[in-house]
């Protein structure tokens, strides 16, 4: 809120500000680690599918060569050429890295966005909180509601 530094700012306000900032600053870290879960999701997903896409299939089948196949294409093409019908033994370990991948991707970002909804709910009762400490000494609901919790925190009384 623009002037809330000339608003008188109790200790309890200040503490419970501090308490938000901090849920802020740690909010900022769990969405950088499911962005990571999701960029580690992206990339291993493309791993597999451009591996699999029939275009792909068609690549390996007719012997031609297209740069930045995926390691499982180039695998399953070399077991082609090779005069083999079956997925070879890197084939298959490959597939099964990205399947980690996959799994373990999709575990950190489930764990990231429930620790995320946690927070949610901790940031609204402190956000109420703070709303009635600041109501309690005059200051307006929506004023309340729209102050800077790092200005609130560094606030003087």
């Not at 849920?23 to 580690?40: G, S």
């Not at 909180?129 to 560094?154: F, I, K, M, P, Y």
């Amino acid at each position: 809120m623009m002037g809330s530094s000339r608003r008188v700012v109790p200790a309890p306000a200040r503490a419970l500000a501090s308490c938000l900032s901090a849920l802020f600053e740690r909010d900022v870290e769990i969405v950088e680690r499911l962005n990571d879960a999701q960029r580690r999701l992206y990339d291993a997903n493309e791993r597999l599918w451009s591996g699999l896409s029939r275009d792909t299939f068609g690549v390996i089948y007719d012997g031609s060569a297209v740069a930045g196949v995926s390691q499982v294409a180039a695998l399953m093409a070399d077991a082609c050429r090779a005069g083999g019908s079956e997925i070879n033994a890197a084939a298959v370990s490959v597939l099964q890295e990205t399947h980690w991948a996959i799994r373990s991707g999709f575990h950190a970002y489930q764990a990231a966005g429930e620790e995320r909804r946690q927070l949610a709910f901790e940031v609204g009762e402190l956000s109420r909180q703070l709303t009635d400490a600041l109501c309690a000494v005059g200051w307006s609901a929506g004023e309340a509601r729209n102050a800077d919790v790092h200005e609130l925190a560094r606030a003087g009384g």
